[in-house]
């Protein structure tokens, strides 16, 4: 298995708080990614990165932000949470290579409740 | 990226073959068909890909139709354990994301 951990792997958090949940990884691999799956919508890119300091929007970016200013670590913020917000959150990587493999490797997930 | 459509279910015995389908009709030509399951409470699992010829790892084949307008995932041998959604997703090289649709939900039954 992949070397990716999350933290915290469940939390809950009141409606207006801060949260920031953090990605590791031990794989040095370039590409991280965050997504969050609700129940009816399957899995959905919230922000992505190609490299420390790079990162870009997925589909569904607002009210979230990330940082990386480390290779292993990877962090999705919350600024305010909102109840919208209450989903699943999954952390992957991914290293492409000369064809621009798609083989992501997922972390084990954090489950944020927001009330 | 090419729309895929796959059945939202599907069921299959123990022991027998699992073939599952995906339609992209859309797909263009450096289009490549990635796989993938999730099984429940797990993060998904990368299981296989292909562009125009079949492919085949230790988890499962990938049979690529000659137009490319379809594919198949086949599990040889299905266990409770590939009790799973199994997504199948079209992907142009370059530096686009995956985008996971809804997949379909594979039961495998004793």
């Known amino acids: 298995d992949a070397g990716i951990t999350q933290s915290p792997r469940h939390k809950v958090t009141e409606t207006g708080t801060p949260v920031t949940l953090r990605c590791h990884q031990t794989e040095n691999h370039r590409y991280m990614y965050w997504y969050r799956q609700d129940p009816g919508h399957g899995l959905r890119l919230i922000h992505y990165?190609?490299?420390?300091?790079?990162?870009d929007k997925g589909e569904v970016s607002d009210g979230y932000s990330v940082s990386r200013s480390k290779t292993e670590d990877f962090l999705l913020t919350l600024e305010s949470a909102t109840s919208s917000q209450t989903s699943v959150y999954f952390c992957?990587?991914?290293?492409?290579?000369?064809?621009?493999?798609?083989?992501?490797?997922f972390g084990p997930g954090t489950r944020l409740t927001v009330t | 990226d090419a729309k895929t459509t796959q059945p939202p279910s599907m069921d299959c015995a123990e022991g027998r073959a699992a073939n599952l389908p995906c339609n992209h009709s859309t797909i263009s030509g450096n289009e490549y068909v990635y796989w993938y399951r999730q099984i429940h409470s797990q993060g998904p699992q990368y299981i296989i890909h292909?562009?125009?010829n079949n492919e085949t790892n230790e988890m499962a084949s990938l049979i690529i139709t000659e137009d490319r307008k379809s594919s198949t995932l086949i599990l040889p041998h299905a266990t409770l354990r590939d009790t799973a959604v199994y997504y199948c997703i079209g992907v142009v090289s370059g530096n686009t994301p995956l985008v996971f649709g809804k997949g379909t939900r594979l039961s495998v039954i004793a």
């Open positions: 990165s190609y490299g420390v300091k790079d990162t």
């Open positions: 992957a990587i991914s290293e492409p290579g000369r064809w621009y493999s798609y083989e992501q490797y």
């Open positions: 292909g562009l125009k």
